[in-house]
T-cell receptor
Framework: DSGVTQTPKHLITATGQRVTLRCSPR?????VYWYQQSLDQGLQFLIQ???????AKGNILERFSAQQFPDLHSELNLSSLELGDSALYFC????????????????FGPGTRLTVT | AQKVTQAQTEISVVEKEDVTLDCVYE???????LFWYKQPPSGELVFLIR??????QNEISGRYSWNFQKSTSSFNFTITASQVVDSAVYFC??????????FGAGTTVTVRA
């Protein structure tokens, strides 16, 4: 058990819909990362937050957004869903650090499997 | 830009054989970190090891060992005396002058009893 929790575990929804994925980092970790894992793209970094502030953006679509709340949990919002958004979405957290590179190992949650039909 | 290449797509071995996973990375930065993660059939990603660019000392941790060579930009990982529970997808990852992990495509290891 990594200490990172994600809900829900599975999500099935229809095209055009909007969903919210939730993540709670390990106790004490201020950094939260979101990754997408799909068969064709592999593991792709989406976005990172540090203590409530967005720090880095990767290959995140404009239809996707995220935020980190004062209690450090994070939510990833996916809207206008398409079939191609079906994937495993991971949240990870890491210990405090001052800047790049990401020196500390990231601990991953169990993931949310999103299926868009 | 940084890139991680895992040329081996799949490896199948019989229990107790050693397994070596290859990883080649590209980065222009002089400070970087390398990681290995394991993804068992249950789906979670499990951190295994981390190595920074300043430390080329190779180590052994239980049945795991790694060989980091800056001259060839390689960070290979070996499982000694493999067990069925080692069956998983193994990912090599690189962190360079930004905040993210860049992952390789993964190598699927199947250990047969």
């Amino acid at each position: 058990d990594s200490g990172v929790t994600q809900t829900p575990k599975h999500l099935i929804t229809a095209t055009g819909q909007r969903v919210t994925l939730r993540c709670s980092p390990r106790s004490g970790d201020l950094s939260v990362y979101w990754y997408q894992q799909s068969l064709d793209q592999g593991l792709q970094f989406l976005i990172q937050y540090y203590n409530g502030e967005e720090r880095a953006k990767g290959n995140i679509l404009e239809r996707f957004s995220a935020q980190q709340f004062p209690d450090l949990h994070s939510e990833l919002n996916l809207s206008s869903l398409e079939l191609g958004d079906s994937a495993l979405y991971f949240c990870a957290s890491s210990a405090t650090w001052a800047g790049p590179p990401a020196t500390y190992e990231q601990y991953f949650g169990p993931g949310t499997r999103l299926t868009v039909t | 830009a940084q890139k991680v290449t895992q040329a081996q797509t799949e490896i199948s071995v019989v229990e107790k054989e050693d397994v070596t996973l290859d990883c080649v990375y590209e980065t222009r930065d002089t400070t970087y970190y390398l990681f290995w993660y394991k993804q068992p059939p249950s789906g979670e990603l499990v951190f295994l090891i981390r190595r920074n660019s300043f430390d080329e000392q190779n180590e052994i941790s239980g049945r795991y060992s790694w060989n980091f060579q800056k001259s060839t930009s390689s960070f290979n990982f070996t499982i000694t005396a493999s067990q069925v529970v080692d069956s998983a997808v193994y990912f090599c990852a690189l962190s360079s002058n930004d905040y993210k992990l860049s992952f390789g495509a993964g190598t699927t290891v199947t250990v047969r009893a």
